[in-house]
């Protein structure tokens, strides 16, 4: 028990010290203070959640619509690229005129090989038996693939559950806010932000559905026709984003978005704000080959069906890496970057409903939930300075600290505070005396079997030790459970809990440990009051 090495102190020491110095700026920024803290220190605060600081209520809902047009788009790019596999299949221009996908099969002897890759492009649906495409011929040498009911729904159905993911990240990306982020019904996402008084931002964050795309110019389009809409079949006219006109591109995209890895906001040779992007393995590939391919031509660069630019390819680009250059602003910049990186939406989403949640009762429950954990704290210091004397007064110094060790993690990691969370931060230090509650016990036990202070106070703690690892764990499975699988308010409760378990074993053990060898070792007392 004495040998409680000088590393260990300073070690124990040095993270009490770091707990209360990040905790210190949230409990200023609650108080007409929050000023006072020199700027040299550090500025972690937590942040507070949607019923205690207020913010934004989104309520989203998927452009069905635009999710049929997506899903048509993604099949055409499958069907080229099945058709130009050997054995090659010549076939026309590909339509998705009416909602469905036909093309014609300039070789009657393959319209059977072109009608089996088709269905292999399909998938069977789970529990109905039906698969997600039909897929016939019409006129004996035009295949047709039309979507099937089941089919609809379930990719409407997927591309919500990716839509919700993407949301998150645009909104989180570091994954430490309490948001909420929620699917609704079929077709639905509910958005809760807290601190986001002015929503117009997050819905421009959240709306912009980020597919990128690289096409190839079409030269031979007339450029008098493509300013009235019309383009040469295998072509589309696209809106300049700056509005300065119309251009028109090759339907196949080269590349997309979804080969990305990487987007930064960054800033081009002139000082001007663009975003550096970086390929992953097989886009590189592909981004390079396109690029050998049509040097000296032009190549358009396409945000949600807007030509951001169209720059010539002066030479091929063989790093995986690219520049997109607009008119950007570095605001701008910087969130289409973070739509880039956290991926595209599958489906467009509008906004349905939106409303600002007022804090107007945040305060209120700020008052009332300190006053609850200065109560409840106040009772359990108390408790343990009549039952336990002096080994009671160091399990209160350990659950001082464990509070200020509670805060200051929280706020190194941002993290969001709602009125779940304090009820989680209450229960915490309510049960934070637990383990000094058994480590005492078990001390008594041995001082009355008559062994000496130095073996009891030695057995105690590690006799204890068991015990205090086993219920520990069942509240972190308990609380790692529902980080995992719940959100919002459930997610901050268990957030809470899990952060005040770690922070309770080691305060209730390895701090008091500390702080029972120092007083043992500097008086060797002959007789303990506990």
Not at 107 to 121: G, S
Not at 129 to 146: A, F, N
Not at 185 to 194: D, S
Not at 416 to 426: D, Q
Request: charge should be neutral.
């Amino acid at each position: 028990m004495l040998e409680f090495p000088k590393w260990k102190v300073w070690l124990v020491s040095l993270v009490v010290a770091l707990g209360v110095l990040l905790s210190i700026p949230s409990l200023l920024s609650f108080t007409r203070y929050a000023d006072a803290w020199p700027k040299w220190l550090p500025q972690y605060k937590i942040s507070l959640g949607l019923d205690l600081a207020g913010g934004s209520h989104l309520l989203l809902e998927a452009d069905a619509a635009d999710a049929q047009k997506q899903r048509l788009q993604a099949m055409e790019d499958s069907v080229s690229t099945e058709l130009r596999r050997d054995p090659r299949i010549e076939i026309g221009d590909i339509s998705t005129a009416g909602g469905r996908l036909s093309f014609l099969v300039r070789n009657p002897t393959q319209v059977d090989a072109a009608v089996d890759r088709m269905r292999n492009l399909t998938k069977p649906l789970a529990l109905t038996g039906q698969r997600d495409w039909d897929v016939g011929v019409v006129d004996s040498t035009r295949v047709v693939m039309t979507p099937t009911p089941s089919g609809t729904a379930q990719a409407l159905k997927d591309a919500m559950g990716v839509a919700r993911d993407v949301v998150r990240r645009r909104i989180d990306p570091g994954g430490t806010k309490e948001i909420t982020v929620i699917t609704e019904g079929g077709n639905r996402i509910l958005v809760e932000v807290p601190g986001v008084e002015n929503p117009e931002q997050l819905k421009q964050l959240i709306g912009q559905t980020a597919r990128l795309e690289f096409k190839l110019v079409d030269q031979s389009a007339n450029p008098q026709e493509v300013q009235q809409g019309r383009a040469p079949p295998g072509s589309q006219v696209l809106p300049m984003a700056d509005g300065s006109g119309f251009i028109a591109v090759k339907r196949r995209v080269m590349v997309s978005g979804d080969q990305l890895v990487d987007a930064k906001q960054s800033f081009d040779q002139d000082g001007r704000p663009d975003i550096d992007i970086t390929f992953n393995t097989a886009g590189a590939r592909r981004f390079a080959r396109a690029t050998q391919e049509n040097v000296n031509k032009p190549f358009a660069i396409i945000l949600d069906d807007k030509v951001l630019s169209a720059p010539n390819i002066n030479e091929p680009i063989l790093g995986g890496r690219a520049q997109i250059a607009g008119s950007f602003t570095v605001q701008s910049a910087h969130d289409l970057a973070v739509s880039l990186a956290s991926g595209k939406l599958p489906v467009k989403l509008n906004v349905i409903e939106e409303r600002t949640v007022s804090a107007e009762l945040g305060q209120d429950s700020i008052h009332k939930g300190a006053i609850a954990s200065a109560v409840g704290t106040l009772g359990v210091i108390l408790f343990m300075l009549i039952t336990y004397g002096r080994f009671g007064v160091y399990a209160n110094i350990a659950l001082v600290v464990n509070a200020f060790l509670i805060l200051g993690i929280m706020a190194m990691f941002n993290a969001t505070l709602t009125l779940p969370g304090i009820a989680g931060f209450i229960l915490t230090i309510g049960a934070a005396v637990d383990a000094n509650v058994l480590i005492n016990e078990r001390i008594r036990e041995e001082m009355h079997r008559g062994r000496r202070i130095i073996d009891a106070v030695e057995t105690g703690y590690r006799e204890a030790m068991h015990a205090i690892i086993d219920a520990n764990v069942t509240h972190v499975i308990s609380a790692g459970i529902m980080a995992y699988f719940g959100s919002g308010p459930v997610r901050g409760f268990a957030i809470v809990l899990l952060i005040g378990v770690v922070t309770s074993v080691f305060t209730a053990v390895y701090f008091t440990r500390m702080l029972v060898a120092l007083w043992i070792r500097r008086t060797r007392p002959r007789a303990i009051n506990i």
